[in-house]
């Protein structure tokens, strides 16, 4: 089994769209989290690693669902 890991760029870059889909500003993401918008910045960025505490949570504002267990094909 081969399971997909993926780059903090490419992880940010989805947690972009997904807040973009939502209509939620990098604010009221932090507000709602209880964090520094910085931090949405630098998670979106790809400069920092967003744990798995948040990024949990992350996923769950944006009404998804986290996926360990996805396999390549």
Known sequence: MKLKLMRTTE???IL???RKENYLSLRD???Q???SHKSIVQYENGRIDVGGKNL???IDLYGYEMDFHKKLD
């Open 11 to 13: 992880i940010g870059q």
């Open 16 to 18: 972009t769209e997904m």
């Open 29 to 31: 993401v932090a507000s």
């Open 33 to 35: 989290l209880g964090i």
């Open 56 to 58: 949990k949570k992350l």
